[in-house]
C-alpha cells in the first residue's frame, strides 16, 4: 500500500465542479454545459470504433444522465462488453470521486477523480466533469460524455454486440417519434427540474416549475391510453422518464423545490413508474439510497448539517401496478423484458 500514490485534484486545475461557477446566466437562469467531448460511435472516418472491452462507462447512482446508460446495458447486455467504474454519489469540493473503490481510485483506469480523465482528454477543460463518461482504456482519455445521445449509440451501432433477444429501444418505425419526444422530455422535464432546483430569481424558478407540471400533466393524460410512452413496447424514451420519476419524491420534490405534486399523487405516472421499476434492468440499477445521499449531502442540497430525510416509504415501488390493464400484447411485452 506503501507504494501507491494517490494523486489529488491538482490546486491549479480549472475544471468546474460545480454548475454555479459557470452555468447561471444574470437572470439567474440555469443554463446546462454543452458536452464537449460527443465524437459518435460508429465506423466512419473520425468516429470512435466500436470494440468490445476497449470503453469504461464511468456514473454515479444519483445521476439520471448517467443512470440511463445503465439501464440500456442491461436491457441490451452490454455490460459484458464495457465495464462500468462508480463514483461516489456524493459530489466533492473536487467533483466526483472513486473513494467507493479500494485505494480511492479507479481499479481500470487508477484515478481518484473523474477530472482527471477529462483533463487527460483536454489539458485546459474548464467545464464541470460530468457523468456519464466515456472513458478510451488505451489512452485514459475521455472519448464521450453526450449524456443526450449515447443510449442512441448502445441501442444501434453497438447492436452486434447485444445479447440475444435483446429489445428494441429505438426502432426505425418510431425513431422520428422518439427523437421529437426525447428533445420535449429533455427540455420541460429531465432538464427542468434541474432549472428549477438551481435557478437563482424567483421568476426562472417559476417558469421552470411551471413548465415541468405542465408537461407532467400532459404525460399523466398520455399513459392514461397506453402503457409506455409510444404504445405497447419500452423504448428509449421510456428510460428517459423513468429517471426524473425515479428521483422525484425522493430528491427533486424537496431539494429542487418542484412541489406542487408528489409522483404518488399522478395516477398514470405513478402506475407507469412502478410497471418500469419492477421490470429487470430498471428497479435494479436504482439505488435510491444513493440518490438520497447525493441530493440532500451533496452541493445539491444546501444542508449545512448534513441531515439526510429517513423518507420515503420504498416499499411502495414493489406494491401492484394496474398496466397490464391497456392489452395482451403489452403484457407480452413485459413478460419479454422480465426475462431480461
Given amino acids: 500500500m506503501s507504494e ?13 465542479t460545480s454548475e454555479l461557477q459557470h452555468e447561471i446566466s444574470e437572470s439567474g437562469a440555469f443554463v446546462r454545459q454543452q458536452n464537449q467531448f460527443a465524437t459518435p460511435f460508429g465506423s466512419g472516418v473520425g468516429e470512435l470504433p466500436v470494440e468490445a472491452g476497449r470503453y469504461r462507462l464511468l456514473w454515479a447512482r444519483i445521476c439520471p444522465w448517467a443512470h440511463r446508460q445503465i439501464i440500456a446495458f442491461k436491457l441490451l447486455g452490454l455490460d459484458e462488453h464495457i465495464s462500468v467504474g462508480t463514483a461516489n454519489p456524493i459530489r466533492t469540493s473536487h467533483g466526483w470521486e472513486f473513494s467507493l473503490d479500494p485505494e480511492g481510485v479507479d481499479p481500470v483506469l487508477g484515478i481518484r477523480f473523474l477530472s482527471e480523465a477529462y483533463t487527460k482528454a483536454d489539458p485546459g477543460y474548464t467545464g464541470r ?24 449509440y448502445w441501442e444501434t451501432v453497438w447492436s452486434p454486440f447485444h445479447k440475444p433477444g435483446a429489445p428494441d429501444l429505438y426502432p426505425s418505425a418510431l425513431r422520428a417519434e422518439i427523437d421529437t ?28 416549475y411551471d ?29 428517459r422518464l423513468y429517471v426524473t420519476l425515479a428521483r ?5 420534490h424537496t431539494v429542487f423545490k418542484v412541489n406542487r405534486n408528489r409522483l ?13 421499476y419492477q421490470t429487470p434492468g430498471f ?3 436504482t439505488d435510491f439510497d ?51
Fill in 283 to 285: 428497479g435494479d440499477t
Fill in 248 to 252: 422525484f419524491d425522493i430528491a427533486y
Fill in 181 to 208: 419526444l426525447n428533445e420535449i422530455l429533455f427540455h420541460e422535464v429531465n432538464n427542468a427540474v434541474y432549472k428549477a432546483g438551481f435557478a437563482q430569481s424567483q421568476l426562472e424558478y417559476e417558469k421552470a
Fill in 264 to 276: 404518488i399523487d399522478f395516477p398514470n405516472l405513478w402506475n407507469y413508474a412502478k410497471d418500469l
Fill in 129 to 152: 466533469a460530468t457523468v456519464p463518461a466515456v472513458v478510451d482504456i488505451t489512452t485514459g482519455k475521455v472519448v464521450n460524455n453526450d449524456y443526450f445521445k449515447l443510449t442512441n
Fill in 290 to 340: 444513493a440518490i438520497k445521499r447525493g441530493y440532500q449531502l451533496g452541493s445539491h442540497g444546501r444542508n449545512p448539517y448534513a441531515i439526510l430525510a429517513l423518507g420515503p416509504d420504498l416499499s411502495i415501488w414493489n406494491e401492484r401496478h394496474d398496466r397490464s390493464r391497456f392489452s395482451h400484447a403489452g403484457e407480452h411485452v413485459q413478460e419479454e423484458n422480465r426475462g431480461i
Fill in 211 to 239: 413548465l415541468l407540471f405542465a408537461r407532467l400533466d400532459q404525460l399523466e393524460e398520455r399513459l392514461s391510453r397506453q402503457r409506455y410512452l409510444l404504445g405497447e413496447q419500452i423504448t428509449d424514451s421510456d428510460i
Fill in 4 to 16: 501507491l500514490v494517490i494523486k489529488t485534484a491538482p490546486s491549479e486545475s480549472r475544471v468546474a
